[in-house]
């Protein structure tokens, strides 16, 4: 069950479903750890500290917010951090100081029979090398976290072969680990982190030893996972792609802090500093900017009981070539192009409903958050403007051929900018 905790964030207090709030967490590995932490240390660099005390600072004073439902993504270079970090979340590293509430819990505090409690049901990790044992079969690993639940054969066995099936390896039941080529050994150790139906999941780089083409399959199936599980996922990665495909927010993390964190909008229009920028530099930013950041009002929304002379008069005064009809409520019923209503075979008695288009290729709706790139082909095939709508299908907007044209070009000179720095 989530929880409503008040958090300071960034721009301020606001209250958000927060499954995971880490508050001044520090680990540091090493002799003299408190001295490391202490305010004599506090201005000095990782590399300076290591020197001086011979300590490493693999976390050093990170708070964040893992929301709800989403996919909260760590990224940042080899050493910065982030393995230690989600192993600081279940304890599996010992943190030296700060605070980690799971559902308002202090996992910190938990006792020894709380903290197994917690790692064996409320979360489960999935790591970079699948971890899976050889000498058991495809069934028996993925029902291993039930086993030591000590839940009964029947029961996990009927488990496991449903998650095994929601991962895509009905049939592999019964072969062995090593049977399984690597991208199918992941989806064991996701079926395997799936089968305790945890609410947290735990990704160190999950993806990272497969090759590009399943590395994007199983990239794609948790996507679709999480469309319907909506599991609370916090996911290592070191590649930007897979931050940008996966996260709700990414942190990027520098030296064992958070240098940035935001949505991938934010990050890729404003990036914090020089290490983030190294980051996006190969981004192009209409692949993450979505059509939201690009749209403008429709400027003739009409509703459809609107007469054709009255919008003939609309259209004159505007450089308008269509029209948006919409519903009492907006939402988008269909477009009428200037071309129908002026056509000369038109009868002056027919009502607009007779005249609206509604359906692709002339009429194209996508969402605020769909890339922009994914908008050139639709404006390529259709004259009208393509529409900006949300679930309900309300008009919030509409994207022209000429600010696409204009977006496109302005990231193009971005990049070049970029490189030439
Ligand atoms: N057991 C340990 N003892 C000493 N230092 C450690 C230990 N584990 C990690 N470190 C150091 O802590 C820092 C953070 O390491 P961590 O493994 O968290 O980085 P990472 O971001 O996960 O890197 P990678 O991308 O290579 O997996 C590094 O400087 C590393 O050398
Ligand atoms: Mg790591």
Redesign the pocket.
Known sequence: MAITVETEHQNGAESVENRISVRSLWKV?GEDPDRAMSSEYTGKQKSEIQEELGC?V?LKDVSFDVNEGETFVVM?L???????LVRCLTRLIEPNAGEIYVDAEDVIKYNGRELTNFRRTKTAMVFQHFGLMPNRTILDNVSFGLEIQGIDKHTRWEKAREVIELVGLKGWEDNYATELSGGMQQRVGLARALAVDPEILLMD?PFSALDPLIRREMQDELINLQTTLKKTIVFIT?DLDEALRLGTRIAI?KDGEIVQLGSKEEIVDNPADSYVEDFIRSISRTRVLGAGSIMQDASIVVDSSTGIDSLLKKLDETEEDHVFVTSSDNRLIGMVSEKDLSSDSLDKNSSLKELITNDPPILNRVYQDTPIDELVPLSAMSDCPVAVVDEEDTLLGIVTRGSLLLSLAESQQAQINDSSS
């Open positions: 590995f490493v693999a940042g080899s050493g910065s951090g982030k393995s230690t780089e070191h993390m």
